[in-house]
């Protein structure tokens, strides 16, 4: 059953979520199983590449190692799995078979199985993070980046346990989002740069290779040269597992980020608010029996991808146990780590989509703003009876809005009529009273600030806005 | 993309452990998308049937239905689906497609989407377990059985911290597994039969389908019987969670003592143990580098699919939670819950490979069993004296065995040396002399308890022993 | 430091929630170290007692043995192990200072230390779920059947996805809680009556005890029945983990339907919802800066703990895994399981504080319920159509909700305005024509629903409602 | 119960762990609520002092918060917080009744809670880690280094799937962990240093404090400025969550390091194995019941506490989700994080102590060397054959070895045999030869690269080696 329908899959990255066929081929390209092999060759290539260089075997023998890998497939290293039952001496194999007998001793020559596998899975993650992990990442962070400055002056209410606080904008709001996914970004950046191959060997003292190099490290230097990698300080069988843990997190965490913007933007859209809409198509059914509703059926999706990628991490922290100088318990654990990457890129494809189309409402924004115009006064009129010397300002403004809400009256209203606070009141400047009054102008700098917050990120993450 | 290369597949469940034909078959036969959309269909079909029984439609669209669903594809489902961006009304529209202008308005009749989509994983989750995954796990428990009888008089070191403690037998040691297995087998049946449905409509108030019974829970009674299924005791949207939660538990639960017998079988394969091995075939190759070596790798690799699956748990206490009547952020993670059954089960026919041909090297067994013999007395040894009336027996013992340690001697050879001690050694029975002799005979009950155990077990979960 | 204040202690368990001090005084009865060891001295007893019964010792010597650890402070057995390194040898070495010499000998009697710290656990856990749990949890059951019976009949609308659905009552909504957490009670009191003791010595076979019985296993049972306690089926030096594994998962699924229960009542205390409330104190304050917040803190302060503990079972899964007949890494790690029994119960007592004097402002969810009234009678309408034969009822609703919205129309003013669906109009009954004009009648069988499930819990769980 | 016996506390952490006074003083010290409340108001005092540099108030304000808080305990302000039921506000109230009327206003100018929370809580992990956290990880690692260094020309069998493989150096085995563990400490300290403060009002858009300044991210920089912190880019009512995750992030990946160390260190005591042990002393009992045991309790403690703690991560990953500018469902959880880093510091210093004692048995590492070494040879002379043209060296020397276990002879004595060998063989150069006759010599650059190690992390982190 080489070939089959998506249907027969058991992972809904293999089926349901696989689709879109150009992101999945993409995805696939670089983290399917065919894309696994390919990289495991390329480390073959460039350990015979290093061996020409330092004379050890001829530059034909690249040649013919760089013609055999370019016609190897998947199906053949399997077939000769089989029989070998070890991944990578199938792999050795395959290659071998394809060669002269002169180039045959060179192939894999010195090394272990996972001299080859870490430094290819490595390589993968890197070039991944590299060429589609961060751009895509990048193209969600610009669509976020032009809703904080498009909407950076809608006055909107804040919100903090859910009730209304002091005011924002919508902009603003976006804005952190920009920030944190950016900061992410950069992360994922950082540790994808920094993961790191090994040519140290069965157990990572170089044993083997040290029977021909007397510094058998540089020649693993000019191996890893070859696809841009570097050593890790010390490896056993295995490179140091802290660097793909890290590489993990910046994954996992930079999902959180979405995850949060998700469930904000899920919220949004509650009936009661509705601030924010999902486009939908003229045809889309909301829902099987209630032809009236519109869901945030790409929100919830997103929050739901992290609920189930998110856990992978203890996978990983537990991958970091090896006995010695390594057992295999992390070998089938670790196959998984693409899921998570396909998990994370299918949902922000998604945002993409779904924020290119991101219906703000601004009639119910204002509405919602104005619900609690009023109280919002609370916070600014307590810090200015403090700072004209009222002793017990925050007491005395919360009796009163307990008071506002009984009887309905404003806080101003009430203000005046006190005889402890009028006098207070009668201190205020202009502006100041008049940002009590109008309170939508109580937002601080949230307009700026998001200006700022995409500048800052834009500049740091080298994204152009149009 | 409808079919391809399972090397561009993404999760190794879809290509790497789907090799094996024969067993990935029948995991895709209940848990890849198109079983889901036959079950779904099953529930469909059930729906008609109730109704003809309650004789709101004719026998007549149970056999339309009948028929439609039977000429069903999944491609068809998801052709569809890219139109109505609904998966049930999707479903739902193919099945009308196919019937007559007189049975379409009973096709889905007063249910809401997740009536069909929780019924039908209930049901096949219920299916799966007795058909598929109890009888799997039931026979890794058979051959665990035979081994804890034919072993149960091999007499071995009992190992506590990794260190040399009294003697158990290898049947003994294996009857823990035929037991804690056993119990978790017990547990993944009993949560299985305790899967439910429902039939309650969008909200679980029965609004829909009370327009036309005046008892809808019995309508629901009906619907849920045709499919073997019962109804919560509550139900919004969506079943309440709890049942599948426990589930998994069970599936999860049962994965980590796998994943303990499997250390305990990696450690005892240890180049210092050697007490058991896995059969290698003749032309297996253990390391690509090290060709004198033979790998623990089917115990390696359970271990580390169950660090692969065991942390999904979170992602199902999470889905636990879900806002008012519902909210979707359970869908898309739930839909990953088929990899953890075919992560379990992969491991278990991996289990029942591996162990039908597990090599027990007795003479190794009994070699590190001789190291330490004579300290294994030490035991009996305390707790002779301290019942002979030695009042400080364990201290006594203790500094004992330094003695011993630092001079060779043996402990029965100390005491009779010490004026001390030497009274009580002279209390001691011919039988109890004789243990402190024979250290192999200090083994408890070990064997009568392995068999107890098999029997208790095989009694319990109806399995046949030859 | 043996004493100190709290406010020096490290975990909030034991500084900023264990502020109640009657609250944690009996969290500390069953849950502290002082309880560990006093359950621990209760199994040493009970040992005696066995081995009186089976005329191996006097009666004398159980008048000793109750005696002295009536006697014993944790203080003591500390002491002790400073010198032995060993919890258990110091605790018998404390028992044995307090006895006669002829007594001595019979403490700790052929039993290995975890014979004591696991059957000790298993009782303590087993009589804190019996003595504290599971009354605490039936007490908030109680309170929460009390709520849904009030509100039987308040008319809520159903959301789905956070959107407005079909109506419910609050009082149904209620009963979803009632029933997920009545199961998970039972739950929590089924796993514990099935937690297990062990008197099978240090690697489980009896090597020690069989020295004195022939049957072991009943001098086992004869123990543990004093304690009420039975044996697991197979024991190592440890119980097998699964039983306290399940135990644990039930209290971790039953924090889950809590959260989710803190998430709704959060949400439904949005400002623009508003439709319950926390009871605020005169003086509590709801912000440091804004005197008007009222916070849904407590539904907050649930949802935070749930998230602190849940992810413990991950270690608890871990703790499955134990090499041969056992290794001490569950050690440290099992000894955090009373801080998830602190958790929950803290959660849990929070709650019926809180739900005592849960407000329900029935003008808010009226005003809720109001907002889109009209849409809701999308569902019945499409269902009545199709039960009359419309060939299409969902989609030409759908269309029509559309339509509504864009022109401010009621449906039912469309459909009797559009020629196609005139027609289905007129053939309704009056029964139905009547709900389709008076949503809010629209609730299924949301009241007897919840009393329903309120009468089946209360029996099954046997709780008396005033 | 302010005070109380710790005997009465629930977490180990309070109870147990705590018995170390010296060690918990210090934990106490960071990490206790009295530290949080002092952080807190450290913070307060920041503020009045960025006030006084902008003119706002007067010097007078600062030193009369300073005094009040040099005065303030938490009894008092857990005593006002009964009455406000607001941790933040009773501090605030507790140092206004310290200072003169005209200080008052300016205490918690502008400011929300969680302005003062999360500012304080970045100030005290940050000086956590820089005074106590790093001091002390790096104090194990020089002892870690030590060893390498010691122990870097010990040759010991190199163990990759628990068999023997090729060798290495027990240095070499400890240096992997020096580099492992150096990366992670170096992850702590920058992590650490990038925690960030925020006084930017109650949804961080400096609302209240633009009521006084026309730059408040000025006014921020200079309170923060008095703490040594940043702000981040981005604020709501809270810190971006982001940077307190990779704080934890690095504990939890440095603690996996530990945890895997600590499984070596196990292993390596295995009665059959021995070749590392735990210095114990001369009153130490191993176990209650077997006095003859040495158990590597410490070790095991070690991989226990982060089976605890590692899970933790999932709370601090589910904290990334806020609702809009926050809700508070992240306050009681990240209570908690004082927990992880007192598990991980109390395992450091666990280790320190037992690593400083490590006693290494050489003729256990010799004699388990000596097992399999003729074995060994089988890489280098696979490899040897291969370089000389033996066109399938690999599989040659595979079925060599087969033969060499079922014969008895070594592997060089059957190539001499072998007619298709013989020549191969005679190729090798004298050195070549050594080699393959004394495999302990085939460690590679073992020996170098534990130096190298050493020498790179004690630069890097700044750790003077004796």
Redesign the interface.
């Known amino acids: ?19 879109r ?1 150009e992101e ?2 993409e ?2 390209r670089y ?4 894309a696994k ?1 390919r990289y495991q060759s390329e480390v073959e290539l460039a350990l015979v590449k290093a061996l020409a260089k330092n004379g050890i075997c001829s530059e034909e023998v690249v040649k013919e190692v760089k013609q055999a890998i370019s016609e190897l497939s ?2 053949e290293v ?1 077939a000769e799995e089989k ?4 991944n ?2 199938a792999l ?1 194999n395959c290659i071998q078979k394809r060669v002269s ?1 002169d180039a ?2 060179y192939i ?6 996972f001299d080859i596998v870490d430094t290819a899975n490595s390589l993968r993650y890197k070039e991944t993070a590299e060429e589609l992990i961060v751009p895509t990442l990048k193209k969600l962070e610009k669509v976020l980046m032009e809703i904080a400055l498009r909407e950076k002056d809608t006055v909107q ?13 919508f902009g ?2 976006v ?2 989002y ?3 996914f ?3 970004i950069h ?1 994922v950046e950082e540790s994808a740069k920094n993961l790191r191959g090994k040519i140290s ?12 190099f007397d510094k ?2 540089e020649f693993e230097a000019d191996v890893l040269a070859e696809l841009g990698l570097k050593a ?3 490896s ?2 295995i490179v ?3 660097y793909i ?2 590489f993990v ?1 910046s994954l ?2 930079a999902f ?2 979405l ?2 913007f998700s ?2 933007m ?2 949004l ?5 509705g601030e924010v809409g999902e486009h939908f ?1 003229k ?15 790409n929100y ?2 997103v ?3 992290w ?2 990628f ?6 990983v ?17 670790s ?2 780590i ?2 998570i990457i ?1 998990g994370l890129l299918s949902s922000v494809n998604r945002l993409i989509r779904v924020c290119e189309k991101l219906v703000v409402d601004h009639e119910n924004i204002k509405r ?1 703003f104005e ?2 115009k009023e ?2 006064v ?3 009129l ?3 009876l ?2 004209y ?3 017990d ?3 005395a ?2 009796k ?2 307990l008071e506002s809400q009984q009887s309905g009256e404003t806080l101003r209203g009430l203000i005046q009529k006190s005889e402890e606070l009028k006098p207070y009141w009668e201190k205020l400047t202009d502006k ?1 009273m008049e ?1 009590l009054i109008n309170p939508e102008k ?5 307009s700026q ?1 998001a200006e700022k ?1 995409v500048e ?2 834009s500049e740091k993450l080298d994204i152009e806005l149009d």
Chains 1, 2, 3, 4 share one sequence.
């Open positions: 059953m080489i070939s089959r329908s998506i249907f027969d899959n058991i992972s809904p990255l293999d089926h349901r979520y696989s689709m066929s999945f081929e995805y696939s983290l399917s199983e065919r092999i998947p199906e399997y029989k070998t039952r070890h990578i001496r050795v007998e045959k001793p894999h020559f010195t090394t272990t199985s209410v804040g919100r903090t346990h859910g009730q209304h606080a002091v005011p924002v904008t603003f709001a804005a952190e920009v920030s944190r950016g900061n992410k992360a060997g069965a157990v990572g003292a170089y044993n083997a290779s040290h029977l021909f058998p490290e890790s300080t010390h056993t069988q140091e597992p802290e843990t890290d997190h996992i965490s959180g980020v995850a949060s469930d904000d899920r919220h859209q509650r009936s009661e608010i198509g045809d889309q059914v909301g829902s099987s029996t209630m032809p009236h509703k519109r869901n945030p059926i919830e999706n929050k739901s991808m609920k189930a998110m856990p992978h991490m203890v996978t922290y537990q991958d970091q146990l090896s006995e010695h100088q390594r057992d295999l318990t992390n070998s089938a654990s196959r998984f693409p899921e396909v919602n619900m609690n109280m919002i609370a916070e600014p307590y810090i200015l403090a700072s010397g009222h002793p300002a925050h007491e403004v919360r009163l809005t100041q940002l109580y937002i601080g700098i949230a600030k917050v800052y990120w």
